[in-house]
Each structure stands twice: as C-alpha cells, then as structure tokens.
C-alpha cells in the first residue's frame, strides 16, 4: 500500500475486519500545529475574561490543542485507503452496516454535532469491502470540520465511485449543539440527511427496502 504524506503506513487489511488497525484518533497526524491551536485557545480565554493564571485554566490551551489534533484527525487521511476489495466474492446482494455512531463539528460554530449514519450498498461482480471499512469511513469524513449534508454526500460517492457499486445509500440522523446550546435552543432535535446512488435513485422498490431495514426493529 502507498504510504499516505501526512499519515504512518497503515497495516495491510486481511479480509472481513481489520480491528488491528488503530482508529484515527491513535494514529500518527503531521500537519498539525498544537502551538498555534494553544495560542489561538489562550486568545479565547483572555477574550471572554477569563484567567488564564488559575490552575484549571493554565494547561488548558494545550489539553485543547490536543483534543482539536484528534477529533479533526481525518484531515490528515485519506478515506480511499479504506477501499480495498475482498478477493474472490460473488455476493451481489444487498448490504448495510447501520446505527455507526459519528461525532463531527460544525464548521459555522466549532461546536459537535452527532449521531448515526446508516450506509446501505449493492455490489457489482462480487465487489465488496470488509464491514469495518464502512464505519472507518465515515468515521474519518466526521473527524474534521464539517456540515452534515456534505458528510452524507462524500460518503455516498466516494462508495459509489470507488466501488463501482450498483447502488449507495447513505443516511445520517444528527443532534447539532450549534442548534441545542446556541441560537435557537432547541436542544433534542435531530437533522436527517440522505444521498442516494445508482439503483437506490432510479428504483424506488429497492430504496423503500433499504429503509425499511435501516428502520426495523427498535434501537
């Protein structure tokens, strides 16, 4: 595999699942510049009046930048690495990994926003990645700064593409504190996106499938 510019080479998959490959969050990130995330939070700080002497406040310009080189990880990788097609499969039906829990941040606010993507997809000639990859993938597309529509949308092509795929569907359920916290105040409300490839487009029989599956059974 070709080592990525801004990431340490990640094992090689061996098949179905790949739980030995560190989440994004433990993997090596260059490009990050913890100092200026410290000075830019310590800026924050003096700006709304706080203290920046106290004891809880003084290393926390650091724990921020920190946090921001974790849950903006994805920035530094490239989500294609994730499609790698297992060998030798015929399976041509359908497919869905749903209820992965996503964390991401509003890139209006820099505040969360979280929830659930649910990815359906119907592989051609036998095309399929192991199931892992799927969350891993959108793991990686939340882990920067972000809206949600576009999250969905990058999602859904980048399997289509890449797999070659008859049909993708992706859905994500979402609770925005920039909604909750801020503005409005309307904090249990969630945002529902979808995108739609191929057949899940053209055919509604196999779209009301597939959201029948991702809606049955209580969760």
Do not use: W
């Not at 080479?9 to 993997?27: K, V």
């Not at 406040?57 to 790698?84: D, F, Q, S, W």
């Not at 890449?162 to 105040?185: D, N, P, Q, T």
Request: charged content about 25%; some cysteine.
């Amino acid at each position: 595999m070709k080592k990525n510019d801004n990431l340490e080479a990640l094992p090689e998959s061996d098949g179905l699942t790949d739980d030995h490959m560190p989440p994004i969050e433990h993997q090596a990130v260059s490009g990050v510049d913890l100092d200026k995330i410290a000075r830019g939070v310590k800026l924050i700080l003096e700006g709304i009046g706080e203290d920046i002497t106290r004891p809880g406040i003084e290393e926390t310009p650091l724990r921020v930048a920190k946090m921001y080189a974790e849950i903006c990880g994805g920035l530094h990788h490239n989500p294609k690495e994730y499609i790698k097609v297992v060998p030798a499969e015929t399976h041509d039906e359908m497919i869905i990994v749903r209820d992965i829990t996503i964390f991401s941040l509003c890139e209006h606010h820099l505040v969360p926003f979280f929830g659930q993507a649910h990815i359906a997809y119907i592989p051609d000639h036998g095309r399929i990645v192991g199931l892992s990859k799927l969350a891993r993938i959108a793991d990686n597309f939340s882990r920067r700064p972000q809206i949600q529509e576009r999250l969905t949308t990058q999602i859904a092509e980048l399997l289509y593409d890449g797999l070659k795929a008859r049909g993708v569907m992706v859905v994500i359920e979402c609770e925005h504190m920039c909604m909750a916290m801020r503005g409005i105040r309307k904090p249990g409300s969630k945002t529902i996106t979808s995108a739609v490839r191929g057949i899940f487009r053209s055919d509604p029989r196999t779209r009301a499938e597939a959201m029948s599956l991702i809606n049955s059974s209580p969760r």
